[in-house]
């Protein structure tokens, strides 16, 4: 399985962006899927997950409210809509599959990793 983050990009504060990630080789429609983030010098951060069908999903706190995580089953692409941008949102963003259906914030819980995409928000 190969994970294709994009989306990344500059936007000022108070913006929006949409992060997508899409699986390659092995599809990875039945498990469950979730986006981090990392900034230098800071351990990976859990942003987002959501379930195999969409029907569970869960945020960080300091983002919740603000993003929204999605999935097409059909595009074998999970979506992470970001609005009202802050500064402290600026890091690598990464998109991961989980080893089951289910999806967490625990790294070790998934399986395979995106390269990232960098969002940086100006203030």
């Known amino acids: 399985v190969q994970l294709q983050a994009s989306g990344g990009g500059l936007v000022q504060a108070g913006g929006s962006l949409r992060l997508s990630c899409v699986s390659s080789g092995r599809t990875f429609s039945n498990n469950g899927v979730g986006w981090f983030r990392q900034v230098p010098g800071k351990e990976r951060e859990f942003v987002s997950s959501?379930?195999?069908?969409?029907?569970?999903?869960s945020y960080a706190d300091s983002v919740k409210g603000r993003f929204t995580i999605s999935r097409d089953r059909v595009k074998n692409t999970v979506y992470l809509q970001m609005n009202s941008l802050q500064p402290e949102d600026t890091a690598v963003y990464y998109c991961?599959?989980?080893?089951?259906?289910?999806?967490?914030?625990?790294?070790?819980?998934?399986?395979?990793w995106g390269q990232g995409t960098l969002v940086t928000v100006s203030s």
């Open positions: 959501i379930s195999w069908n969409g029907g569970s999903t």
């Open positions: 991961a599959s989980a080893r089951s259906s289910t999806a967490s914030v625990a790294p070790s819980s998934y399986r395979y």
